[in-house]
């Protein structure tokens, strides 16, 4: 009897400190999307975009005419000038794919710069729901992560390192 007792008492307490959990989702996409903020940081960053398209269109445009030139002319040019017009059009290949890449990383900063501030405008709005409400966990379906989790919500992270030997 006092088994059934003990038994029954757990599985009342486990019973009622799992119902206490309350878990939530969001899609963070869907959020951001219709921000005011993150619309203005897709203009910007289009502004950009197109500032740097502009700049590589000139350059392949260039690129293009040097190249038709040496094509034209580079059997009747001497042959130092035709070798010293050929570095050239290599080392304007050359600066485009360095444009390219550098261009493309520049937005990419920029992008990470100017969403920093929209990100954790979300989030602490979400931590804020989230407490409000009693949520435990708040799960983000457009990205898969844990966009909240109480402080008191289990971390077992020790717990493993000590079961594998790690300190």
Known sequence: MKKLSTALFVLLFCTGAFAQQKYGHIN??????????????????ESKR???????QRMYEDYEKKGAELQQYGQSMMQAIAEERKYELDSLQMAIMNFEGSAQEEVQKLQQKLLKPLNDKYLKVVN???KENG?????????NIVAY??????DITDQVKKKMGIN
Do not use: C, R, W
């Open 128 to 130: 804020a729901v989230a």
């Open 135 to 143: 949520y435990t966990f708040i799960f983000d379906l457009s990205s």
């Open 28 to 45: 963070s996409d869907e959020i951001l999307n219709a921000m005011p903020e993150f619309k203005q940081m897709n203009k910007t960053l």
């Open 149 to 154: 989790y109480h402080e008191d919500s289990g």
């Open 50 to 56: 197109m500032q740097y398209a502009s700049q590589l």
